[in-house]
């Protein structure tokens, strides 16, 4: 099994910054790509930022110039630094990673969430 575990959320004040970091652990062979994703009461959990396992980055147009994902293949960690924040960033952050198993199998995983709040 693969186990996601996430950190860093909480309260900030607008114009905040927060980072969330991400590690991953358990049967994992190797892993490809790592993300973040969010989903603030009432909508559907939408694509905030993705990073390859050679470091190419895609980040939503509502975060770019705000937030920056970055990883360290060697503590399966991946973070999201968080600049500028404003309340509609207000959401559950989830971490994802497509792992490859050391049974071979590729699978998508999903961390537990953690809840970052944007309000004065």
């Known amino acids: 099994q693969v186990q996601l575990v996430e950190s860093g959320g909480g309260l900030v004040q607008p114009g905040g910054s927060l980072r969330l970091s991400c590690a991953a652990s358990?049967?994992?062979?190797?892993?490809?790509?790592m993300g973040w994703y969010r989903q603030a009461p009432g909508k559907q959990r939408e694509l905030v930022a993705t990073?390859?396992?050679?470091?190419?980055?895609n980040y939503a147009d509502s975060v770019k110039g705000r937030f920056t994902i970055a990883r360290d293949n060697a503590k399966n960690t991946v973070y999201l630094q968080m600049n500028s924040l404003k309340p509609d960033d207000t959401a559950v952050y989830y971490c994802?990673?497509?792992?490859?198993?050391?049974?071979?199998?590729?699978?998508?995983?999903w961390g537990q969430g953690t809840q970052v709040t944007v309000s004065s």
């Open positions: 358990g049967s994992i062979f190797s892993i490809d790509a």
């Open positions: 990073i390859t396992n050679g470091g190419s980055t």
């Open positions: 994802n990673a497509v792992v490859w198993t050391t049974s071979r199998i590729k699978k998508g995983y």
